[in-house]
């Protein structure tokens, strides 16, 4: 089995991180305004005969692997891989990402790769494919792999 999911990232056009609670109480009336743009976030599941988990990431060029899902170490490298992988308890499987976004240029890069890193994992392993729960499964990943409150509005353009 092979499972192929991808996000756009975005561009803010106003309100930048005013959607992030309690900053938008501040502020009658806050909107953020964003739009999905063509850069993407990539990510490929393959289904692995034996036992054991790999974890890549093409563009940084890191890999982990683990023997079971419970293995992989959150505090090790590529913590957002790892986190979603946990939290879906995937087994078996080979995951290949690539983000077209540079780390750090502010366009919610890693947003798109929790969101489709999401997805897939939902797929693979029958949880739910509602956006909202998708939504809040990324937000929350990705909020303890940053340390940093996120909004909603880097990962609804991804959605």
């Known amino acids: ?11 803010d056009l106003a309100g930048g991180t005013l959607d992030i609670w309690p900053l938008y109480l501040f502020h009658d009336g806050a ?15 393959e289904a692995r005969g034996d036992e054991g988990i790999e974890l890549r990431s093409l563009d940084t ?6 023997r079971v899902w419970s293995d992989l170490d ?3 490298q590529l913590p957002l891989l790892v986190r979603a992988a946990r939290h879906y308890q995937v087994q078996r499987v080979s ?18 790769l929790t969101i489709a890193l999401c997805g897939a994992f939902a797929r693979l ?3 739910s494919m509602n ?4 939504l809040q499964v990324a937000m929350n990943i990705e909020c303890q792999t940053i340390r940093v409150p996120t909004g909603v509005q880097d990962y609804r353009p991804a959605m």
Request: hydrophobic content about 45%; aromatic content about 0%.
């Open 125 to 127: 392993t029958g949880a």
């Open 95 to 112: 995951v290949t990402t690539r983000a077209e976004s540079p780390a750090g240029a502010g366009i919610a890069g890693s947003s798109a």
């Open 74 to 76: 959150p505090a090790g």
């Open 31 to 45: 909107a953020t305004l964003n739009a999905a743009i063509s850069l993407r976030a990539q990510v490929n599941v």
């Open 61 to 66: 060029a890191r890999e982990v692997s683990a």
């Open 1 to 11: 089995m092979r499972i192929a999911a991808s996000a756009p990232t975005r561009i």
């Open 131 to 134: 956006p909202s729960d998708l």
